[in-house]
């Protein structure tokens, strides 16, 4: 999809689902790679994925999770976070 220029210019910059930046190692395997562009972002028992999911019908979703007061590891908080952007890709 087309927009304003600069926000094209913005969206290139956020990273590739399973190809580069904080999410290089993330996704591949999984119908995100390469139909996600997001950020994320961590803070003590906060983890977040910001960006731009192209849905299998071709549609583009722009979402925010956070997960706030979480205790241990962050990867069962990926794990969740995948699961929905999963779903939604699948559903829309």
């Known amino acids: 999809m087309k927009y304003h220029k600069e926000a094209d210019v913005y969206i290139e910059s956020l ?4 190809i580069d930046g904080s999410i290089a ?6 119908p995100l790679y390469d139909n996600l562009r997001a950020k994320t972002g961590y803070v003590g028992g906060v983890r977040t994925l910001s960006g731009i999911l192209t849905a299998k019908s071709g ?9 706030n007061h979480f205790i241990g590891k962050v990867s069962p908080v990926d794990n969740s ?12």
């Open 15 to 18: 990273p590739l689902a399973g």
């Open 25 to 30: 190692y993330r996704f591949k395997g999984t």
């Open 59 to 67: 549609k583009e979703i722009t979402f925010s999770l956070a997960t």
């Open 81 to 92: 976070h995948q699961q929905i952007l999963e779903y939604l890709y699948a559903k829309y």
